[in-house]
């Protein structure tokens, strides 16, 4: 899988849109971005993912840049409890469902400020 | 829907002591994952099941470390004499057609 480069930490102001950035220059035909969320004490949650068009669901959105080198994370309205380490993974998804272990990085510890 | 159900939540135990961790994927799921995540680290792959069979146990300590998935739906993890390192928190998860994978609360194990 392709390796991906994210900031340390970011803050953001509560109310705000968080915009999270992640670096995949070396992403193949084949791969996705994945993102998850790591909240204190729980579990990884998925979040969402893309090929190559930008996605939206009721969490997030996902904008990948047109080479497919990058892509940024947005949280529309960031609220308190959105405050998480945030991981962005590049993997080959299979056809017909399976897919292999998930490598995490040290991914994007966001902090949303009141 | 029900998410991915695991227990316990938490486990003491003594060093050199068995301890198991039990996963309940979600329905439907055919694929299904155990991680291991030190403090302060991301998760790490320990074995994969498609179904009952282990397709990917490359990163399991096989020495003390042992899995089964029976009837491709639940899923036990034992260790077998547990050390103090292995003291962490043991994640399940299983995956949807689309790639997405689904995580439990995990079992934080303390190895004392």
């Known amino acids: 899988d392709a390796k991906t480069t994210q900031p340390t930490s970011m803050d953001c102001a509560e109310g705000r849109a968080a915009n999270l950035p992640c670096n995949h220059s070396t992403i193949s035909g084949n791969e996705y971005v994945y993102w998850y969320r790591q909240i204190h004490s729980q579990g990884p949650q998925y979040i969402i993912h893309?090929?190559?068009n930008n996605e939206t669901n009721e969490m997030a959105s996902l904008i990948i840049t047109e080479d497919r080198k990058s892509s940024t994370l947005i949280l529309p309205h960031a609220t308190l409890r959105d405050t998480a380490v945030y991981y962005c993974i590049v993997r080959v998804r299979r056809s017909g469902g399976g897919a292999d272990g998930l490598t995490f990085g040290k991914g994007t510890h966001l902090i949303i400020q009141p | 829907e029900a998410g991915v159900v695991q227990s316990p939540r938490y486990k003491i135990i003594e060093k050199k002591q068995p301890v198991a961790f039990w996963c309940n994927p979600i329905s439907g799921h055919n694929t299904l994952y155990w991680y291991r995540q030190n403090l302060g680290q991301g998760p790490e792959l320990l074995i994969r099941y498609e179904n009952e069979e282990a397709v990917d146990d490359s990163q399991l300590p096989k020495d003390r470390f042992s899995a089964e998935r029976l009837k491709g739906v639940d899923s036990t993890l034992k260790i077998q004499p547990a050390e103090l390192g292995d003291s962490a928190v043991y994640l399940c998860?299983?995956?949807?057609?689309?790639?997405?994978?689904?995580f439990g609360p995990g079992t934080r194990l303390l190895v004392l």
């Open positions: 998860a299983s995956s949807s057609r689309d790639g997405a994978q689904y």
């Open positions: 893309g090929l190559k």
